[in-house]
């Protein structure tokens, strides 16, 4: 049986766990041929060995050369789903100028190289769909201790909008999604490096929860999956709010 996605290519960052993983997961199994890259050769190789469908590279998405030259030898992709990020905890006097620009290295700039790589081979095929992982700690939502990660993916918001309105009507869509807290392994890593009482912290992010819990990678996915068929063809410029009512 044909899945939404046969025979479409999908392009996905950060793929080697989380949300880049179930969502390169996901896209296979609509019948994507999905190229999943990560900076983590071992994670790719676990993710590879799960699912005969899905080729990895190894990408760096904080050198637009590496990008230039990936996608130049891969030729023209249908989905481009940008997942890989980096999330700074502090206010504005936590983030010095070294943190600031590895925060927009990884989070902006990397997704405008890759939009600007994958573009003219969408755009010579006259279809495409972009994706863009943003947040609702962004224009949507002002969260304590995300300073960085939140001026970040508001530009994310900007670039999917901008890029949107550019090609609309040359059969690009672009789109960004803005999850709320989701359980992924970077977040329990960043949960471990605070120290302390973890219990005590993981209570206090699912208490700010409305449905009181945690989404889940596999949620967002869903709607990676959506954004990338055929279905969401009259969808294009918006920010996907998927949160659990957080944002309310």
Same mark, same amino acid.
């Given at each position: 049986?044909?899945?939404?996605?046969?025979?479409?290519?999908?392009?996905?960052?950060?793929?080697?766990?989380?949300?880049?993983?179930?969502?390169?997961?996901?896209?296979?199994?609509?019948?994507?041929?999905?190229?999943?890259?990560?900076?983590?050769?071992?994670?790719?190789?676990?993710?590879?060995?799960?699912?005969?469908?899905?080729?990895? =590279?190894?990408?760096?998405?904080? @050198?637009?050369?590496?990008?230039?030259?990936?996608?130049?030898?891969?030729?023209?992709?249908?989905?481009?789903?940008?997942?890989?990020?980096?999330? =700074?905890?502090?206010?504005?006097?936590?983030?010095?100028?070294?943190?600031?620009? $590895?925060?927009?290295?990884?989070?902006?700039?990397?997704?405008?190289?890759?939009? @600007?790589?994958?573009?003219?081979?969408?755009?010579?095929?006259?279809?495409?769909?972009?994706?863009?992982?943003?947040?609702?700690?962004?224009?949507?939502?002002?969260?304590?201790? @995300?300073?960085?990660?939140?001026?970040?993916?508001? /530009?994310?918001?900007?670039?999917?909008?901008?890029? /949107?309105?550019?090609?609309?009507?040359?059969?690009? $869509?672009?789109?960004?999604?803005?999850?709320?807290?989701? +359980?992924?392994?970077?977040?329990?890593?960043?949960?471990?490096?605070?120290?302390?009482?973890?219990?005590?912290?993981? +209570?206090?992010?699912?208490? @700010?929860?409305?449905?009181?819990?945690?989404?889940?990678?596999?949620?967002?996915?869903?709607?990676?999956?959506?954004?990338?068929?055929?279905?969401?063809?009259?969808?294009?410029?918006?920010? =996907?709010?998927?949160?659990?009512?957080?944002?309310?």
């Amino acid at each position: 049986m044909s899945g939404r996605l046969q025979g479409k290519r999908c392009l996905i960052t950060a793929a080697g766990a989380g949300i880049g993983r179930e969502s390169a997961l996901a896209c296979a199994s609509e019948g994507a041929r999905v190229l999943a890259t990560d900076i983590d050769a071992q994670a790719l190789a676990a993710l590879a060995a799960e699912c005969e469908a899905i080729e990895t =590279h190894l990408l760096d998405v904080t @050198r637009p050369a590496d990008i230039d030259a990936f996608v130049s030898a891969q030729g023209a992709f249908d989905v481009l789903f940008n997942c890989a990020g980096y999330v =700074h905890q502090g206010s504005i006097l936590d983030c010095d100028a070294e943190a600031w620009r $590895r925060s927009f290295a990884i989070n902006v700039d990397g997704m405008y190289a890759l939009c @600007r790589a994958v573009l003219p081979g969408m755009l010579a095929q006259g279809r495409g769909s972009i994706i863009n992982m943003s947040s609702v700690a962004s224009s949507i939502k002002g969260v304590p201790n @995300r300073f960085a990660y939140s001026t970040t993916k508001a /530009a994310v918001i900007g670039l999917s909008k901008a890029i /949107a309105a550019d090609f609309v009507t040359r059969g690009v $869509r672009c789109n960004a999604i803005c999850p709320g807290t989701i +359980k992924t392994p970077s977040l329990s890593e960043r949960v471990a490096a605070l120290g302390g009482d973890q219990d005590a912290v993981w +209570k206090g992010f699912i208490e @700010r929860q409305p449905m009181g819990r945690l989404g889940e990678p596999k949620e967002i996915a869903a709607l990676v999956v959506y954004l990338a068929s055929d279905e969401s063809s009259f969808t294009t410029g918006q920010t =996907h709010i998927i949160d659990g009512g957080w944002s309310n």
